[in-house]
């Protein structure tokens, strides 16, 4: 807005001069500076004093055309006795009745036109000469003088408003239109969370209290039924906390987030708890990470003991390394013998793990040592 209104100053301003410059010229040029003497003087001060007015503010422009007004009635007053005078404001009078229809209210707008009508009938018709014996040419002065810039004002103004308008009626039409989508929007998430609750949630809990039962059922002992069963269990547990955040997140009941690597703690309880000996180890400070990057964290950790559970033995360690430039997740597990985590067949699984590492341009590095499984990923980021 400030910017509006310095442009509009400076072209009032550049308005202003040029209508001084341009009627000071005239005047000096054709008007009688030498046979009326300080009469034609004052005319020509008269005319730059109400041509410098133009470039004051919007709201005087009532008083600047009757000031306007005056000086073209005064002028063949004071310079009865030449023929052929020129008034000082013969291209200010223009603009005086342009800015009086154009930034004025109504009232003041035609109160200023019979103004400006007046002054220039008047002044036409005390001119005398041709302009003043016909009457067809007085008319026409007037209209081109004072009417014809006046409408033109309201013109304007009446265009600037219709712009307004069809603006306004555009920003609400696209405002009932992003509505109308937000609606649907939501209206589809509550029936996807719906179908979530409804079909996927219980057929996971349904899943994860079968699977506890039989383990329960099973003698005592490291079976590798029970190790499975354990492993059943404990997935169908994470699976259904994912499925509530997701609820929240469609529902938009809560503020809820995506879990990062402050609910590793949990994670590792929850592999804990179907049977699998985890320790989980943390070096350096606790750092803000992006969002991205931390949730992207703690589903690589989520998968690689998922695998762990799946697929390996305990005992996993789950070390995270939070250095000044970059984090390092490890987790390292036994490994069953003949499993096909050994060979070839170490690659599957790891597809997503390696999509997400290289998302954030990190390093991930994969393998056997030392009759142990290990995944090691590494992300760099900013030095604080």
Not at 76 to 105: D, E, F
Not at 113 to 125: K, W
Request: proline share 4%.
């Amino acid at each position: 807005m400030q910017d509006i209104s310095g442009s509009l100053r400076r072209q009032s301003l550049l308005v202003a001069l040029v209508c001084v410059a341009c009627d000071a010229s005239l005047f000096a040029l054709r008007g009688p500076l030498g046979e009326a003497g300080w009469r034609a003087w004052a005319v020509l001060l008269g005319g730059i004093a109400v041509n410098a007015a133009l470039a004051g503010p919007a709201r005087y422009s009532g008083w600047v055309a009757l000031a306007h007004a005056a000086l073209f009635v005064g002028a063949p007053l004071l310079l009865c006795t030449c023929q052929g005078y020129v008034t000082g404001n013969n291209a200010g009078i223009l603009i005086a009745g342009y800015r009086a229809g154009a930034w004025l209210r109504p009232k003041p707008a035609v109160l200023a036109l019979l103004a400006l009508l007046a002054g220039v009938t008047a002044g036409c018709i005390e001119g005398g000469g041709r302009t003043a014996a016909d009457w067809r040419l007085v008319a026409i002065n007037v209209g081109v003088s004072a009417l014809l810039p006046w409408l033109v004002g309201r013109y304007t103004t009446a265009r600037r408003a219709y712009i307004a308008d069809l603006e306004r009626a555009a920003d609400e039409r696209r405002q009932h239109e992003e509505e109308a989508v937000r609606r649907a929007v939501t209206e589809e998430r509550t029936t996807i969370a719906r179908d979530l609750h409804d079909v996927i949630s219980h057929h996971v809990s349904a899943i994860g209290v079968h699977a506890g039962a039989a383990r329960l059922g099973l003698p005592d002992g490291d079976s590798p039924v029970r190790k499975s069963l354990g492993a059943v269990e404990s997935a169908s547990r994470s699976a259904m906390a994912d499925l509530r955040r997701l609820l929240d997140l469609l529902h938009a009941e809560t503020n809820a987030e995506q879990p990062g690597l402050d609910n590793l703690d949990e994670l590792v309880e929850t592999v804990r708890a179907a049977g699998l000996p985890t320790r989980l180890t943390l070096h350096g400070e606790s750092r803000e990470l992006p969002g991205s990057l931390d949730v992207a964290l703690y589903r690589i950790a989520q998968e690689a003991l998922t695998n762990a559970l799946r697929h390996g033995e305990g005992p996993v360690e789950v070390e995270l390394n939070r250095g000044r430039t970059e984090v390092v997740l490890t987790v390292t597990n036994g490994l069953r013998p003949g499993h096909p985590q050994r060979g070839e067949h170490a690659h599957r699984g790891l597809a997503g793990i390696r999509q997400r590492v290289t998302l954030f341009g990190g390093q991930v590095s994969y393998g056997e040592t030392g009759g142990h499984w290990q995944l090691r990923t590494t992300f760099p980021v900013e030095s604080t």
